[in-house]
Nanobody, 126 residues
Framework: QLRLVESGGGLVQPGGSLRLSCAAS????????IGWFRQAPGKEREGVSC????????NYADSVKGRFTISRENAGNTVYMQMNSLKPEDTGVYYC???????????????????WGQGTQVTVSS
């Protein structure tokens, strides 16, 4: 079965950190560009970050630049997103997605993704 599985979400206080993981099962992530997305209650899903298949291209939403870092470990078939200085507005369900056509992240919010994970909840609250 081909799937992506996110983990690492949870409840954290403002200013805290979390590291999300996106692991592939049944296929290798080596040839896929990976995007992280989030959806808050009552809001549309938004692109948060992206890393290309080679790791040479990354992109971030303006709201998370300087606070979030995406990375990949192809040997472990996993993509990570380190989230620091978390804010209440970062609260939402975070999804990772994989697509095989684009080799960069310039317009990652508009790509058609081949696989999606089930999501992991991130709650930032005191």
């Amino acid at each position: 079965q081909l799937r992506l599985v996110e983990s690492g979400g949870g409840l954290v206080q403002p200013g805290g950190s979390l590291r999300l993981s996106c692991a592939a099962s049944g296929f290798t992530l080596d040839y896929f560009t990976i995007g992280w997305f989030r959806q808050a209650p009552g809001k549309e899903r938004e692109g948060v970050s992206c890393i290309s298949s080679s790791g040479g291209s990354t992109n971030y939403a303006d709201s998370v630049k300087g606070r979030f870092t995406i990375s990949r470990e192809n040997a472990g078939n996993t993509v990570y997103m380190q989230m620091n200085s978390l804010k209440p507005e970062d609260t939402g369900v975070y999804y990772c997605a994989a697509e095989s056509y684009w080799s960069d992240c310039h317009q990652f919010g508009r790509y058609e993704y081949d696989y999606w994970g089930q999501g992991t909840q991130v709650t930032v609250s005191s």
